[in-house]
């Protein structure tokens, strides 16, 4: 059986849109499921129920066994990388990792997750303002593909692009992996903003500062402060902290409404990475010595030990200093 070109490693919404998105365009496609029963069952059906009314192409395969590939790409939540990647066949191939957050145990984000068990030259991120079900959809959209070697970022975005999914190359894997890790923190804070109905003034405000901190963020961590002002950080803030099908932001929206974070949690299938990232995103940043108020506040948020109105009485009442 000769490889795949593109083995995609997580049937949720996001690495079955990928995998239809790459299939339309010819390349032979197969999407991994941990679920032995889930996979047939997909496989059979050809659809997935997170992504109801979207039809597999008959050159994407459903698995529950990790294949060869010529390419592969990860698109499993970040708490669970660092079990999935020493099981992947074939350590030479390229990495692209579509995780966004930080691992709790160990505070490190994707790519360096990745890096202890895959060679450095051979990891890219591929990371923006995408929501699954509109690329399932066709709908155009651009992300960021991020390697820090040349070589590999060119073949990389020749063959992962589409005439629906634009790419656009960056050296910089730091700062990329902080705006998506980042984005869904803050966009946590936009939606408890407009749960307890603070105002648009309010959610602009707070989104214009969580560019900010991210930008600190990965300038202290060797990143470029201007890869946070594009695709892989703001334009990622953007749509996580305006999109209703942003399950980071409808998780504010029912904490500032005043629902209890377990309650909110229960009624979900889906991982909503900002609730493990925030307080990991936090711990990283003051190791570093940065100061992030807005993650500081949404840890409290979780955590319950202040509300929301408590919390912007906190933000409000800071030190007055130059933009």
Known sequence: MSKADILVVGAGA?????????AREGKRVTLWCHDSARAAAMQNTRENFRLPGVTFPPNLAVVAEFLPAEI????????????????????????????????????????????????ADQIAVLTGPNFAQEIAAGQPAASVLAAADAGLRAALMATLRT???RLYGSADVMGASIGGA?????????????????????????????????????????????TVFGLSGLGDLLLTCTGAKSRNFSLGVALGKGEPLQTILQTRTNVTEGVA???????????????MPLTAAVVELLTAQKTVPETMAVLMGRALKDE
């Open 14 to 22: 996001w690495g079955t849109a990928l995998a239809v998105l790459w």
């Open 182 to 226: 980042a984005k869904n923190v803050i966009a946590i804070a936009a939606g408890a903003v407009m749960g307890a109905g603070l105002g648009e003034n309010a959610r602009a405000a707070l989104v214009t500062r969580g560019v900010a901190e991210m930008a600190r963020l990965a300038t202290a961590l060797n990143g470029r402060p201007e």
């Open 72 to 119: 592969t790409v990860v698109c499993v939540p970040t708490q669970t990388l660092a079990d999935v990647l020493p099981a992947l066949p074939d350590a030479k191939t390229p990495l692209v990792l579509c995780c966004k957050g930080l691992a709790q145990a160990t505070l490190l984000l994707p790519a360096e997750v990745a890096a202890r068990a895959w060679p």
């Open 163 to 165: 005439e629906r999914l």
């Open 277 to 291: 990232t925030a307080p990991a995103l936090l711990s990283r940043a003051q190791k570093s010595g940065v100061e």
